[in-house]
């Protein structure tokens, strides 16, 4: 399943996006760029949790 995941539809005024099968590496990814960006360091499971909450299921994950 390919997800695309954009920094701004997590409430930041950022150009980041990832468009790709989604997968903990992706997960890894986006959490990895709040850190270094933003500056806020969420757990993977904190980010599944805003993936979800944005609409998108997570049973399909590769890993």
Known sequence: MTLKLRCEDYGFECQFEIDEEISVNTIEK??????EEHGIDYTVEAVKQ???NRGHS???IKK
């Open 30 to 35: 986006l959490q990895k760029h709040f850190e």
């Open 50 to 52: 805003m993936i979800q």
């Open 58 to 60: 997570l049973d399909s």
